[in-house]
């Protein structure tokens, strides 16, 4: 480990294997303002990021092997953001209220979303204009005051995937097929390079929270067992959490 990089005792070891990806949650503050105002709802917002951030930095410059004001970030061609160290992990960072999520891998593309589990007001409008026509259907299946949390678990898998691929809501999701259940699932995507296939997964993570893992995909074959999911958080960096895969 380089000099100066961060003395993490408890923490899982930083080499992964291939088919291995960590996933750290980062419990983030969210108490509200009873005086909520737009002033301090991106107050908020600002404070959740920064929470988040500062977590992923640690935790990265835990794998990479050096302080964290050394790790040098890019853009990928897609814009999807990226460590240039030497030897740096893939990693991928999402956060909601109350929670973040940092998905790591030791060079595979990984793609993580999680999404405070609420009514939605506007969920059948949701599912028809972003999900497939298979995923809108199961989603419109379900009663009316489960439908958000519905539209939610379907959304974070395909948001996972989309991530993965670095392509974001630059596709048309709907054209994008990733089950509205928890079953680890195939993707194909296209790039310029060609067609890439993701592996998607849910995972469970807390109640109220739905959460998906997407990995880049194109050396396994359809029928090897998924990828090894290890779950920690940052708060206590011990052993593995609940945090896992839900197929």
Known sequence: ??????????????????????????????????????????????????????????????????PADALSFDVDALGKPCLRNAGAPSYNLSHTRGLALVAVSAGAAVGVDVEHLRPLADADALAQRFLSPAESAAVLEVAPAGRGAAFLRTWTRKEAVLKASGHGLALDTRDIEVGSGPADRFVAIDHDAGTRRYRVVSLSVDPGWAAALAVAAETIAPGAPPPRVHCFELAAAAAASSCGSTA
């Open 1 to 66: 480990m380089a000099d100066g990089a961060p003395s993490l005792a408890g923490w899982p070891s930083p080499c992964l294997g291939v088919d291995e990806v960590h996933v750290w949650r980062i419990p983030l503050d969210h108490e509200r303002d009873p005086a909520s105002d737009r002033r301090g709802a991106i107050a908020r917002a600002a404070q959740t990021r920064s929470q988040a951030r500062a977590g992923l930095l640690r935790i990265l410059a835990h794998y990479a092997g050096m």
